[in-house]
């Protein structure tokens, strides 16, 4: 079964930019989708985005769209969440998905 580590959180000032990686191991990456959600403090897991797996098809909740875009590299095993103009709001734990399993998350902060 794969196993899922994100990557590349951080403290960003708002209007800011970070890129989130999500590293696949150990299982059949490359054959499945990858969606990526966030969970800020006191609220529910959302969704953000998601990617086929051949990369060619992609989606994104709307209160990321124009600012988000999710890819994917198969031959390293990775797939990102570039994020852009970031608001406060965007302040959450952001987790990689894959079928049942999930990565560990990671913390974005964006704050002046």
């Known amino acids: 079964q794969v196993q899922l580590v994100e990557s590349g959180g951080g403290l960003v000032q708002p209007g800011g930019s970070l890129r989130l990686s999500c590293a696949g191991s150990g299982g059949t990456f490359d054959r499945y989708s990858i969606h990526w959600f966030r969970q800020a403090p006191g609220k529910e897991r959302e969704f953000v985005a998601a990617?086929?797996?051949?990369?060619?098809?992609?989606s994104y909740a709307d209160f990321v769209k124009g600012r988000f875009t999710v890819s994917r590299d198969n031959a390293k095993n990775v797939a990102y969440l570039q994020m852009s103009s970031l608001k406060s709001e965007d302040t959450a734990v952001y987790y990689c998905k894959q079928r049942t399993t999930w990565g560990q998350g990671t913390q974005v902060t964006v704050s002046s």
């Open positions: 990617v086929s797996r051949g990369g060619g098809t992609k």
